[in-house]
Every structure is written in C-alpha cells, then in structure tokens.
C-alpha cells in the first residue's frame, strides 16, 4: 500500500483536529456565552450507512445526563461537561493527563438527514448518534400535453 497517499488525508484530519479546536477556543473571557465552550475535544467516527449516518463519539466518564445533543438549522450540536474529583499533589496525584471540563462538537448535516428522527444513546462511555437519511425521491419525466 502506497503511504504516501495516505499521507494528505492524515494532515486534512490533523488540520480538521486543530480548526476544531481553534473554534472552541473562548473568544472573551467572562461571556457566558462563549467561555462555556471546550475544555476537551472527544474524538468522533461519523459512518455513511445505506439507509443512515451513525456518529461515535468517545465519552469515556462522563455522565449521559451531562451531554446535550441538539439540532437546529441542520447543525447537529453535541456538547457536555466530565466532571472528574480534585487532584493535585495534596489529594496523592503525582502525574494528572485525563482531561475534565466542558466539550462541544457541531456538525452539518447534509440535505438528505431526516432531522425529526435522529436518536441518540450512551452505552459503556461511547455516544452512538442515527440520523435517519430521507427516502430519495426520484426525479420523473412529466409529459407535455398539447391541446
């Protein structure tokens, strides 16, 4: 297998990875609005089926009654908050990597979802979101009647 091909796709979800986390970033600190946005960025599968798309997303400790999915103008939005326990050097903890605080994903949905079906479900810390794709109506010739 060719790596050298592989290699552009590797840098566009490297690039995607930063962009992501660049939008995330609070642009003013003390807005509500925009400080409650990333303090983490989990990491999400989104799969093409025949008859729907199916989004994974890696939420190992967090709680499904801290994650909000939402859906509005075709931008399927998935934010939450991990919440984790003190730990700093006084609580015994000499090396700290897992990340707590608040997460926020947003994805456009194409023009075939089905946005009033789309489930959601948190089984063993992995979100598993089914958007539905509409039926596909095909196009028909109309004939032209003459009189």
Not at 97 to 120: H, I, M, N, W
């Amino acid at each position: 297998m060719n790596v050298a091909f592989h290699e552009p796709w590797r840098l566009v979800n490297r690039l995607h990875r930063d962009l992501d986390r660049l939008m995330s970033a609070p642009l003013a600190a003390g807005d509500d609005e925009t400080s409650a946005v990333a303090s983490w960025i989990p990491a999400i599968d989104i799969r093409e089926e025949e008859k729907q798309f199916v989004l994974h997303a890696d939420l190992p400790g967090v709680d499904p009654a801290n994650i909000e999915v939402t859906l509005d103008a075709g931008v399927l939005t998935i934010r939450g908050r991990r919440e984790l326990a003190e730990r700093d050097e006084r609580s015994g903890y000499r090396r700290v990597e897992r990340v707590s605080g608040e997460f926020f994903r947003r994805f456009g949905l194409p023009d075939t979802a089905d946005s009033q079906s789309v489930k959601a479900r948190c089984t063993n810390g992995v979100l598993e979101v089914t958007i539905p794709k509409q039926p596909q109506v095909l196009p028909r010739r109309i004939s032209v009647e003459s009189t």
